[in-house]
C-alpha cells in the first residue's frame, strides 16, 4: 500500500518543495486559465478534507493556501507554481460534496473541474485526497469514476492520520486499496498524510519527484 521511496527521491522532494513557492492564478473558469506549461497535479477532495492545509505542508508555508473552517471556500482553481527551473506547479482544486452551497454553485464548480480533468495536456496527476477518519464515501465514489472516464491518473492520499489510532489507520489503508483495484485509472498506492505532524509529507514529496522524472523522460 505504502512504499518507501529511496532516499534521493526524499531529498529531491526536500529540495523542489523547500524552493520558492507562489500563487500565481485563480481560474474561476474554463476560459480563465492559465497558459500550460511545465507539468501540473492537482489536489482534489472533499469540502474540509485538508487540501490547502496539505498544500502548506508541503511547502513548508503556513499561509501560501487559505485555510478555514468554512466547507466551500475555495471555489476556483488555484495555481501554486514552483521554482523556476523545476516548472512545475500544484492546483488547489475546489472542494466537492458541500450539500450547503447553492445548487447552481455546486454545479458550476462540478462543471469546471471536470472540463479542467478533460482539458489539460499539462495534467500529470490528481491527488485525490480521503479523510483517513471517514474513507471513502459515495461522493468520492462518483469522482473517481469520472477520473477513470477521463483516464487522468490519480492517487488516493489519506489525511488527518494522526487523528486516527494505529489499527484502525491500517484497516481504512487496507479497506483503500481494496476499493481502488476495481478503478482504472487508480495509482495502486495509497499514501497516508497528516499535514499537522508533517506525517508522509516527505514520501508525497518524493512522489512527486518521481511523476516528474517519469513524465520527462
Known amino acids: 500500500m505504502t512504499t518507501e521511496p529511496d532516499a534521493g527521491l526524499i531529498e529531491q522532494g526536500r529540495k523542489l518543495f523547500a524552493g520558492d513557492w507562489r500563487f500565481i492564478w485563480a481560474s474561476p473558469s474554463i476560459e480563465t486559465l492559465p497558459p500550460m506549461a511545465g507539468l501540473e497535479v492537482a489536489?482534489?477532495?472533499?469540502?474540509?478534507?485538508?487540501?490547502?492545509?496539505?498544500?502548506?505542508?508541503?511547502?513548508?508555508?503556513?499561509?501560501?493556501?487559505?485555510?478555514?473552517?468554512?466547507?466551500?471556500r475555495t471555489q476556483e482553481l488555484i495555481f501554486?507554481?514552483?521554482?523556476?527551473?523545476?516548472?512545475?506547479?500544484?492546483?488547489?482544486?475546489?472542494?466537492?460534496?458541500?450539500?450547503?452551497?447553492?445548487?447552481?454553485?455546486?454545479?458550476?464548480?462540478?462543471?469546471?473541474?471536470?472540463?479542467?480533468?478533460?482539458?489539460?495536456?499539462?495534467?500529470?496527476?490528481?491527488?485525490?485526497?480521503?479523510?483517513?477518519?471517514?474513507?471513502?464515501?459515495?461522493?468520492?465514489?462518483?469522482?473517481?469514476?469520472?477520473?477513470?472516464?477521463?483516464?487522468?491518473?490519480?492517487?488516493?492520499?489519506?489525511?488527518?492520520a494522526d487523528q486516527v489510532k494505529a489499527a484502525a489507520l491500517q484497516s481504512m489503508m487496507a479497506d483503500t486499496s481494496a476499493a481502488l483495484a476495481k478503478h482504472p485509472a487508480a495509482f495502486p498506492e495509497v499514501l497516508v498524510t497528516s499535514s499537522r505532524s508533517g506525517g508522509g509529507m516527505p514520501e508525497l514529496r518524493a512522489a512527486m519527484v518521481r511523476l516528474i522524472e517519469e513524465r520527462r523522460r
Do not use: C
Not at 81 to 92: I, Q, T
Not at 120 to 126: E, G, K, P, Q, S
Open 43 to 72: 489536489f482534489a477532495g472533499r469540502s474540509n478534507v485538508g487540501k490547502s492545509s496539505l498544500i502548506n505542508a508541503l511547502t513548508g508555508r503556513s499561509n501560501l493556501a487559505r485555510t478555514s473552517h468554512t466547507p466551500g
Open 80 to 160: 501554486f507554481e514552483g521554482p523556476e527551473k523545476a516548472n512545475f506547479r500544484l492546483v488547489d482544486m475546489p472542494g466537492y460534496g458541500y450539500a450547503s452551497a447553492p445548487k447552481t454553485q455546486v454545479a458550476s464548480w462540478t462543471a469546471l473541474i471536470h472540463k479542467y480533468l478533460l482539458g489539460r495536456a499539462t495534467l500529470a496527476r490528481v491527488y485525490v485526497l480521503i479523510d483517513a477518519r471517514h474513507g471513502i464515501k459515495d461522493v468520492d465514489q462518483e469522482v473517481l469514476k469520472t477520473l477513470d472516464k477521463s483516464a487522468v491518473s490519480y492517487q488516493v492520499v489519506l489525511t488527518k
